[in-house]
């Protein structure tokens, strides 16, 4: 079955019988006649309501080129007409079996895992947590990112300096940060890597051994909602959890990598074989090495 990490197989269906594409019950003399998609896949126009939104186009070709590979391999009746039907529950079932059989892959060796747990150790400790502070930056739409970067490092080297008052940082925070923790002075009190943004646990607990540095960071951390100031009070490194502990998530975590990457190179060797007009995809003319 597909993850979150591969292409998925969108539900472009509607609560009508055909898919949002039924007539049937239409006034013959008020039928609508649809344009054209701009995308055709071997001579498959893919609906029209696909254009102009860049991830859900590609998704939808990918699934036209699976369905088309289910026709021929007699998974799948193919329809009639110049478009591309509207996958619909049994249409998905045939592709999800027909990936399930065409993209197999071996199951990690325990060396392999190993060799993960050996380069991921920060990622394998229990209690890690840190006490902090942070000014947040907010970014929004309108807000001139290249204006706001600029305050945010001037007022970061002023809470580096060595004449920053110990009350600065409050203050600060109080008086600029976008977060709801300015009311309490930018405090977060003990996080731990599920506590906060993902770019804050790398950069906290994922980057070094033996943690981040104590005090206010030398760098602004950019993570999805804006620009962070943070200020380290304390931390705990926790203890690190035995290869026998993990071996089981990292052998998952292994065979997901591996899917996803075997689903890529199928996906591609079926655009390197298709006539494909109006969108640009990623292809191969013969099978890739895994």
Do not use: K
Request: glycine share 8%; net charge negative; charged share 20%.
């Amino acid at each position: 079955m597909l993850n979150a990490s591969q292409p998925s197989i969108p539900d472009t269906s509607s609560g009508s019988c055909c898919g949002g594409r039924c007539d049937a019950h239409a006034d013959p003399g008020q039928l609508v006649t649809r344009e054209p998609s701009s995308v055709r896949i071997n001579g498959r126009w893919l609906p029209a309501h696909t254009d102009g939104d860049g991830p859900t186009l590609q998704e939808r070709a990918w699934t036209e080129l699976l369905r088309q590979q289910a026709v021929q391999l007699g998974r799948i009746v193919d329809t009639p007409g110049d478009e591309a039907p509207e996958p619909d529950a049994a249409m998905r079932h045939q592709i999800e079996a027909l990936l399930d059989a065409a993209v197999q892959t071996p199951l990690p060796t325990t060396e392999a895992c190993e060799r993960y747990y050996a380069a991921h150790q920060l990622r394998f400790r229990h209690g890690q947590r840190a006490q902090l502070r942070h000014i947040l930056f907010a970014v929004t739409p309108g807000v001139p990112v290249q204006a706001l970067a600029q305050r945010a490092e001037a007022m970061l080297l002023s809470l580096c300096g060595p004449d920053a008052a110990p009350e600065a940082f409050a203050q600060t925070a109080r008086d600029w940060s976008n977060c709801p923790s300015a009311a309490q002075g930018g405090a977060l009190g003990w996080v731990g890597p599920m506590d906060c943004a993902p770019e804050l646990a790398q950069f906290l607990f994922f980057q070094r051994e033996g943690g981040p540095s104590i005090g206010v960071q030398p760098r602004l951390v950019h993570s999805r909602y804006g620009l962070h100031i943070v200020d380290v009070q304390a931390y705990e490194p926790g203890t690190l959890a035995s290869f026998e502990q993990v071996q089981a998530c990292i052998a998952g975590t292994l065979a997901l990598q591996s899917r996803a990457t075997a689903l890529r190179q199928y996906l591609q060797l079926l655009v390197g074989q298709a006539d494909i007009e109006g969108l640009a995809l990623e292809g191969a003319d013969t099978p890739l090495v895994q």
